[in-house]
C-alpha cells in the first residue's frame, strides 16, 4: 500500500550517525509539544514531549530542543538504527486546557545502511 | 497505555456511498479524537468526541458530513458521508493519556484506510 510518507521532506542519514529533524509551529500560545513516530501502516507513536518552560528535554537516544523565539523545535536521534526509519511528526497543544493536539508537516526518516 | 481497535482497517467504497469506522478503546476515556491523514500528508483533527455531548468539529468539518457518535466511554463511530475520492484517507482515533504526563500522549489506533473509487 502507499506509504503516508510518500510526499513528505525526506532525511537520509548514515546508520550510526546522528539525525536532526526539524519543525516549525504555528500557535505562540502553544506551551506543551510532542514528536511522535509513524512506522508505515500503523498510527502515530508518542516518543518525547516538552513544556515551554524548557528548552531541552532527554530521553532515551533522543533529544528535543525548544526555541520559543522563533517557534522551531527540533529532535535529535542519536546513533541512528534502521529501526528509527519512520516519519516524525511535531504536535503543539496547551498544557492546562487538556485541549485538541495540532500536527504539523511531518518527515520522512530514511536510513543508509 | 490504551489499546485501540479499529474498524475496518481498510476499505475501497464506491462515490456517493456512506461508511462508518468504528473505534474501541480497552479503557474507559472522557475524551477521543478523530483525525484525518491524507496520502503523504499530516494528521488533521476533524473532531473531537465527548461521552454525552455533541462532537466538536474543526474548522473544514461539518457534522453533515462526518457524523460522530459516542455512545459510551469505550466506543465511538466516525461515518463518512457521500463519499468521493477527495475522502480517500487513512482515519484515525485516537484518545489522550491522562495517566500523569500532560495531555501531549495520544494513543492512536491502527487506521481505517479508505480508497473512494
Known amino acids: 500500500g502507499e506509504s503516508v510518507g510518500l510526499h513528505l521532506p525526506t532525511l537520509s542519514v548514515q546508520e550510526g550517525d546522528n539525525s536532526i529533524i526539524n519543525c516549525a509551529y504555528s500557535?505562540?500560545?502553544?506551551?506543551?509539544f510532542i514528536w511522535y513516530k509513524q512506522e508505515s501502516g500503523k498510527g502515530p507513536q508518542f516518543i518525547i514531549d516538552?513544556?515551554?518552560?524548557?528548552d531541552k528535554r532527554q530521553g532515551q537516544r533522543v533529544t528535543v530542543l525548544l526555541n520559543k523565539t522563533v517557534k522551531h523545535l527540533s529532535l535529535q536521534i542519536a546513533a541512528t538504527q534502521p529501526g528509527d526509519s519512520a516519519v516524525y511528526f511535531c504536535?503543539?497543544?496547551?498544557?492546562?486546557?487538556?485541549?485538541?493536539?495540532?500536527f504539523g508537516s511531518g518527515t520522512r526518516l530514511s536510513i543508509r545502511p | 497505555s490504551a489499546v485501540i481497535s479499529q474498524k475496518p482497517s481498510r476499505d475501497i467504497c464506491q462515490r456517493g456511498t456512506s461508511l462508518t469506522i468504528q473505534c474501541q478503546v480497552d479503557?474507559?476515556?472522557?475524551?477521543m479524537f478523530w483525525y484525518r491523514q491524507q496520502p503523504g500528508q499530516s494528521l488533521t483533527l476533524i473532531a473531537t468526541?465527548?461521552?454525552?455531548?455533541?462532537?466538536?468539529?474543526e474548522s473544514g468539518f461539518v457534522i453533515d458530513k462526518f457524523p460522530i457518535s459516542r455512545p459510551n466511554l469505550t466506543f465511538s463511530t466516525l461515518t463518512v458521508s457521500n463519499m468521493s475520492p477527495e475522502d480517500s484517507s487513512i482515519y484515525l482515533c485516537?484518545?489522550?493519556?491522562?495517566?500523569?504526563?500532560?495531555?501531549?500522549?495520544?494513543?492512536f489506533g491502527e487506521g481505517s484506510r479508505l480508497t473512494v473509487l
Open positions: 516538552i513544556r515551554s518552560n524548557m
Open positions: 485516537s484518545v489522550a493519556n491522562t495517566g500523569g504526563k500532560g495531555t501531549g500522549e495520544l494513543f
Open positions: 468526541a465527548n461521552q454525552g455531548s455533541e462532537a466538536t468539529y
Open positions: 500557535n505562540s500560545a502553544s506551551d506543551y
Open positions: 479503557s474507559q476515556v472522557t475524551m
Open positions: 504536535a503543539e497543544t496547551l498544557y492546562s486546557s487538556a485541549s485538541k493536539i495540532i
